[in-house]
């Protein structure tokens, strides 16, 4: 099950997810992000704090969305990594490609 949520705080769009991002719910995940780009969105924080499972379809949407948003000089953080999320981060490669941060304020005051 997922949760997904959004709120702006300054300049960006924070998205917050709570549970599993897997095959099964990724798509949902992909239409939001995509909308909030289509609707002008070009800063996300992706909120992973209370997520506690990715799949590898997850990181092809966090990886689509940054694509989306690098095309339109935006960008993609991500925060809240656990420590078995930042280890798939880690492995996969995907840790070089994003900002990420411990916290959601860290992430606000990261360039």
Same mark, same amino acid.
């Given at each position: 099950?997922?949760?997904?949520?959004?709120?702006?705080?300054?300049?960006?769009?924070?998205?917050?997810?709570?549970?599993?991002?897997?095959?099964?719910?990724?798509?949902?995940?992909?239409?939001? %992000?995509?909308?909030?780009?289509?609707?002008?969105?070009?800063?996300?924080?992706?909120?992973?704090?209370?997520?506690?499972?990715?799949?590898?379809?997850?990181?092809?949407?966090?990886?689509?969305?940054?694509?989306?948003?690098?095309?339109?000089?935006?960008?993609?953080?991500? %925060?809240?990594?656990?420590?078995?999320?930042?280890?798939?981060?880690?492995?996969?490669?995907?840790?070089?490609?994003?900002?990420?941060?411990?916290?959601?304020?860290?992430?606000?005051?990261?360039?």
């Amino acid at each position: 099950m997922l949760t997904i949520s959004s709120a702006r705080q300054d300049t960006f769009m924070v998205v917050t997810l709570m549970g599993r991002i897997d095959a099964s719910n990724s798509k949902d995940l992909e239409q939001q %992000c995509l909308e909030m780009i289509s609707n002008g969105e070009t800063q996300m924080i992706l909120d992973l704090s209370a997520v506690n499972y990715v799949s590898s379809a997850a990181l092809r949407v966090f990886l689509l969305a940054a694509k989306r948003l690098s095309a339109v000089k935006g960008s993609v953080k991500l %925060c809240g990594l656990s420590t078995t999320l930042r280890d798939v981060f880690d492995i996969s490669g995907f840790s070089k490609l994003f900002v990420i941060t411990a916290t959601l304020q860290e992430a606000l005051n990261a360039d």
